[in-house]
Protein backbone atom coordinates (compact mmCIF):
# COMPACT_ATOMS: atom_id res chain seq x y z
CA UNK A 1 0.00 0.00 0.00
CA UNK A 2 0.69 3.89 -0.26
CA UNK A 3 1.61 6.51 2.90
CA UNK A 4 2.94 9.88 2.47
CA UNK A 5 6.44 9.04 2.97
CA UNK A 6 7.72 5.74 1.17
CA UNK A 7 9.18 5.01 -2.09
CA UNK A 8 6.21 4.24 -4.69
CA UNK A 9 5.12 1.28 -4.31
CA UNK A 10 4.14 -1.06 -6.93
CA UNK A 11 0.91 -3.44 -7.99
CA UNK A 12 0.63 -5.93 -10.68
CA UNK A 13 -2.39 -7.38 -11.41
CA UNK A 14 -3.94 -9.44 -14.57
CA UNK A 15 -6.65 -7.85 -16.73
CA UNK A 16 -9.94 -8.58 -15.92
CA UNK A 17 -8.98 -8.82 -11.95
CA UNK A 18 -9.91 -6.55 -9.50
CA UNK A 19 -7.49 -4.30 -8.04
CA UNK A 20 -7.09 -2.42 -4.36
CA UNK A 21 -4.73 0.24 -4.18
CA UNK A 22 -4.49 1.42 -0.76
CA UNK A 23 -3.11 5.16 1.13
CA UNK A 24 -2.65 5.65 4.68
CA UNK A 25 -3.12 9.33 5.37
CA UNK A 26 -1.58 11.31 8.01
CA UNK A 27 -3.40 14.19 9.19
CA UNK A 28 -6.92 13.20 11.59
CA UNK A 29 -8.28 16.39 10.51
CA UNK A 30 -8.52 15.79 7.02
CA UNK A 31 -11.89 15.73 5.80
CA UNK A 32 -11.82 15.44 2.53
CA UNK A 33 -9.94 12.99 0.15
CA UNK A 34 -9.35 12.67 -3.40
CA UNK A 35 -8.07 10.02 -5.61
CA UNK A 36 -6.35 10.79 -8.86
CA UNK A 37 -4.84 8.66 -12.06
CA UNK A 38 -1.82 9.88 -13.83
CA UNK A 39 -0.83 8.24 -17.42
CA UNK A 40 2.56 8.72 -18.46
CA UNK A 41 3.61 12.27 -19.62
CA UNK A 42 0.28 13.26 -18.63
CA UNK A 43 -1.16 15.63 -14.95
CA UNK A 44 -3.07 14.05 -12.76
CA UNK A 45 -6.53 13.21 -13.34
CA UNK A 46 -9.20 12.94 -10.77
CA UNK A 47 -11.14 9.67 -10.73
CA UNK A 48 -13.22 10.00 -7.46
CA UNK A 49 -13.60 11.89 -4.02
CA UNK A 50 -15.37 11.32 -0.65
CA UNK A 51 -15.85 13.67 2.34
CA UNK A 52 -15.18 12.41 5.62
CA UNK A 53 -19.02 11.87 6.62
CA UNK A 54 -18.92 8.61 4.14
CA UNK A 55 -17.28 5.34 4.56
CA UNK A 56 -18.00 4.41 1.19
CA UNK A 57 -18.77 5.82 -2.20
CA UNK A 58 -18.81 4.22 -5.72
CA UNK A 59 -18.30 5.55 -8.99
CA UNK A 60 -17.79 3.76 -12.37
CA UNK A 61 -16.02 0.54 -12.00
CA UNK A 62 -14.58 2.39 -8.92
CA UNK A 63 -15.00 2.62 -5.06
CA UNK A 64 -13.18 4.81 -2.52
CA UNK A 65 -13.78 3.27 1.44
CA UNK A 66 -12.45 5.16 4.04
CA UNK A 67 -11.46 4.11 7.70
CA UNK A 68 -11.24 6.89 9.50
CA UNK A 69 -10.45 5.19 12.28
CA UNK A 70 -7.23 3.66 11.34
CA UNK A 71 -6.68 6.37 9.28
CA UNK A 72 -6.90 4.69 5.74
CA UNK A 73 -8.37 4.72 2.19
CA UNK A 74 -8.47 2.55 -0.39
CA UNK A 75 -9.18 2.64 -3.98
CA UNK A 76 -10.99 -0.06 -5.85
CA UNK A 77 -11.04 -1.21 -9.10
CA UNK A 78 -13.35 -3.42 -10.47
CA UNK A 79 -12.47 -5.87 -13.66
CA UNK A 80 -9.32 -3.93 -14.30
CA UNK A 81 -8.17 -2.96 -18.01
CA UNK A 82 -5.04 -2.08 -19.62
CA UNK A 83 -5.83 1.07 -20.15
CA UNK A 84 -5.71 1.38 -16.48
CA UNK A 85 -2.40 1.20 -15.81
CA UNK A 86 -0.55 4.31 -14.16
CA UNK A 87 0.02 5.64 -11.17
CA UNK A 88 -2.44 6.21 -8.43
CA UNK A 89 -2.30 9.23 -5.70
CA UNK A 90 -4.39 9.68 -2.99
CA UNK A 91 -4.92 13.32 -1.37
CA UNK A 92 -5.69 14.66 1.80
CA UNK A 93 -7.11 17.95 2.64
CA UNK A 94 -6.92 19.28 6.21
CA UNK A 95 -9.88 21.19 6.23
CA UNK A 96 -11.15 25.16 6.01
CA UNK A 97 -12.06 25.81 2.58
CA UNK A 98 -7.84 26.27 1.18
CA UNK A 99 -8.45 23.28 -0.35
CA UNK A 100 -4.47 22.78 0.27
CA UNK A 101 -3.99 19.15 -0.83
CA UNK A 102 -1.46 17.18 0.40
CA UNK A 103 -0.85 13.97 -1.86
CA UNK A 104 0.62 10.76 -1.00
CA UNK A 105 3.52 9.20 -3.24
CA UNK A 106 1.53 7.42 -5.45
CA UNK A 107 1.04 3.26 -6.50
CA UNK A 108 1.40 2.35 -9.93
CA UNK A 109 -0.64 0.02 -10.99
CA UNK A 110 0.52 -2.10 -14.04
CA UNK A 111 -2.26 -4.40 -15.62
CA UNK A 112 -0.82 -7.39 -17.65
CA UNK A 113 -2.83 -8.67 -20.76
CA UNK B 1 -7.91 22.26 -26.60
CA UNK B 2 -6.68 21.96 -22.84
CA UNK B 3 -8.67 23.33 -20.19
CA UNK B 4 -5.18 24.41 -18.36
CA UNK B 5 -2.21 24.63 -20.06
CA UNK B 6 1.39 25.05 -19.61
CA UNK B 7 4.76 26.56 -21.37
CA UNK B 8 6.69 25.29 -22.05
CA UNK B 9 6.30 21.58 -21.81
CA UNK B 10 10.17 20.94 -21.28
CA UNK B 11 13.09 23.06 -21.02
CA UNK B 12 16.44 22.56 -20.57
CA UNK B 13 18.64 25.23 -18.96
CA UNK B 14 22.33 25.42 -17.14
CA UNK B 15 22.58 26.48 -13.58
CA UNK B 16 21.69 30.64 -12.50
CA UNK B 17 19.62 31.21 -15.45
CA UNK B 18 16.59 32.76 -14.87
CA UNK B 19 13.33 30.59 -15.88
CA UNK B 20 9.49 31.32 -16.27
CA UNK B 21 6.87 28.54 -16.33
CA UNK B 22 3.48 30.02 -17.45
CA UNK B 23 -0.17 28.30 -16.99
CA UNK B 24 -3.25 29.68 -18.38
CA UNK B 25 -6.41 28.34 -17.67
CA UNK B 26 -10.18 28.62 -19.45
CA UNK B 27 -12.01 27.08 -16.95
CA UNK B 28 -12.84 30.61 -15.24
CA UNK B 29 -11.41 29.43 -11.89
CA UNK B 30 -10.33 31.54 -9.28
CA UNK B 31 -7.85 29.74 -7.79
CA UNK B 32 -4.56 28.19 -9.12
CA UNK B 33 -1.72 26.17 -7.74
CA UNK B 34 2.05 25.24 -8.69
CA UNK B 35 2.88 21.62 -7.72
CA UNK B 36 6.08 20.07 -8.06
CA UNK B 37 6.63 16.32 -8.68
CA UNK B 38 9.73 14.57 -8.29
CA UNK B 39 10.33 10.29 -8.84
CA UNK B 40 9.05 8.92 -5.67
CA UNK B 41 7.85 11.92 -3.80
CA UNK B 42 4.53 13.02 -5.02
CA UNK B 43 3.25 16.15 -5.83
CA UNK B 44 4.56 19.41 -3.26
CA UNK B 45 2.70 22.41 -3.20
CA UNK B 46 4.96 25.29 -4.18
CA UNK B 47 2.67 28.28 -4.10
CA UNK B 48 -1.01 29.45 -4.43
CA UNK B 49 -3.01 32.01 -5.20
CA UNK B 50 -6.77 32.58 -4.76
CA UNK B 51 -7.21 34.96 -6.90
CA UNK B 52 -4.99 37.91 -8.45
CA UNK B 53 -4.31 39.43 -5.10
CA UNK B 54 -3.54 36.97 -3.27
CA UNK B 55 -0.57 34.51 -3.23
CA UNK B 56 0.34 32.44 -0.93
CA UNK B 57 3.22 30.36 0.13
CA UNK B 58 2.98 26.18 -0.48
CA UNK B 59 5.87 23.97 1.78
CA UNK B 60 8.04 24.19 -1.00
CA UNK B 61 8.82 28.04 -2.17
CA UNK B 62 12.17 28.78 -1.61
CA UNK B 63 13.85 29.64 -4.79
CA UNK B 64 10.62 30.35 -6.43
CA UNK B 65 8.58 33.16 -7.28
CA UNK B 66 4.99 33.60 -8.87
CA UNK B 67 2.69 36.23 -10.48
CA UNK B 68 -0.91 35.63 -10.53
CA UNK B 69 -0.70 38.27 -13.85
CA UNK B 70 -4.94 37.81 -14.57
CA UNK B 71 -7.58 35.42 -13.02
CA UNK B 72 -6.44 32.94 -16.07
CA UNK B 73 -3.02 33.09 -16.11
CA UNK B 74 -0.27 32.05 -12.90
CA UNK B 75 3.21 31.90 -13.80
CA UNK B 76 6.45 30.75 -11.94
CA UNK B 77 10.15 31.86 -11.82
CA UNK B 78 13.38 30.64 -10.70
CA UNK B 79 15.28 33.58 -10.37
CA UNK B 80 18.55 31.49 -10.29
CA UNK B 81 17.84 27.51 -11.34
CA UNK B 82 19.98 25.16 -9.98
CA UNK B 83 20.68 21.23 -10.66
CA UNK B 84 17.95 20.31 -7.27
CA UNK B 85 15.06 22.21 -9.52
CA UNK B 86 15.02 19.61 -11.66
CA UNK B 87 11.57 18.05 -11.71
CA UNK B 88 8.46 18.13 -13.80
CA UNK B 89 5.92 20.95 -12.15
CA UNK B 90 2.44 21.13 -12.92
CA UNK B 91 -0.49 23.67 -12.55
CA UNK B 92 -3.73 23.22 -11.26
CA UNK B 93 -6.45 25.42 -10.80
CA UNK B 94 -10.04 25.14 -8.44
CA UNK B 95 -13.51 26.73 -8.25
CA UNK B 96 -14.15 27.59 -5.25
CA UNK B 97 -17.70 27.24 -5.24
CA UNK B 98 -17.20 23.46 -6.63
CA UNK B 99 -15.67 20.83 -5.06
CA UNK B 100 -12.03 20.19 -3.97
CA UNK B 101 -11.31 18.59 -7.01
CA UNK B 102 -7.85 20.74 -8.81
CA UNK B 103 -7.63 20.27 -12.52
CA UNK B 104 -4.27 19.77 -13.36
CA UNK B 105 -2.17 21.61 -16.80
CA UNK B 106 -0.11 18.27 -18.45
CA UNK B 107 2.96 19.37 -16.71
CA UNK B 108 6.32 21.17 -17.80
CA UNK B 109 9.43 19.05 -17.33
CA UNK B 110 12.37 21.39 -16.22
CA UNK B 111 16.27 20.19 -16.39
CA UNK B 112 18.90 22.32 -14.87
CA UNK B 113 22.06 21.24 -15.69
Known amino acids: GESVGLHLPTLSVQEGDNSIINCAYS??????FIWYKQESGKGPQFIIDIRSNMDKRQGQRVTVLLNKTVKHLSLQIAATQPGDSAVYFCAEDSGGSNYKLTFGKGTLLTVNP | DADVTQTPRNRITKTGKRIMLECSQT?????MYWYRQDPGLGLRLIYY???????NKGEISDGYSVSRQAQAKFSLSLESAIPNQTALYFC????????????FGEGSRLTVL
Open chain 2, 27 to 31: KGHDR
Open chain 1, 27 to 32: NSASDY
Open chain 2, 92 to 103: ATRSSGGTGELF
Open chain 2, 49 to 55: SFDVKDI
